[in-house]
């Protein structure tokens, strides 16, 4: 080519260039966005109990409370202390199957119990020995602690 012919060639028309100038700087915000998205929600994460009710029933002279949980939180929780009128239980009642003699019992494991992000209906469930002081129509405290330092409250009257 002579340099005659390389001066009359002709270049992209600047609509053109700033047309593609655009979209390219549009893709690149889009990556980043996607990109930092998913960096926040690494850092975002939390837990949430809900306590979606609670109630007792009387079998002889023992009551059972059961707690109808949720986790709606983007974190899984994992429950490892039951305090029933802020009274800790005996590290030995917990992951009971029933009732211990005079004591509060539960079915939730001293090592924790783990509720995944999301999960639906999870039961716990806690025993009060007739022996252990408390009478129909009291209204009981239960709190249960997670690991993540989270208390979760609920009162339930005794039937």
Do not use: C
């Not at 600047?14 to 998205?37: E, K, N, Q, R, S």
């Not at 690494?42 to 949980?69: M, N, R």
């Not at 007739?130 to 249960?144: H, M, R």
């Amino acid at each position: 080519m002579k340099l005659s012919e390389l001066k009359n060639r002709k270049a992209i028309s600047p609509v053109i260039a700033t047309v593609i100038l655009v979209a390219v700087a549009i893709t690149v915000a889009v990556a980043v966005a996607y990109w930092m998205g998913g960096i926040a929600s690494q850092y975002t994460k939390f837990e949430k109990i809900e306590i979606q009710t609670g109630y007792s029933t009387k079998v002889g002279l023992d009551w059972t409370i059961t707690l109808e949980l949720k986790n709606s939180g983007t974190a899984d929780a994992t429950l490892n202390r039951v305090f029933i009128n802020d009274k800790p239980l005996v590290q030995a009642n917990y992951n009971a199957t029933g009732v211990v003699l005079g004591a509060v019992s539960t079915d939730v494991e001293y090592t924790g119990t783990t509720l995944a992000s999301g999960a639906e209906d999870t039961k716990v469930t806690i025993w009060i020995s007739g022996t252990y002081g408390l009478t129909s129509g009291t209204t009981v405290s239960i709190k249960l602690h997670s690991a993540g330092g989270m208390d979760y409250i609920k009162l339930v009257e005794l039937v």
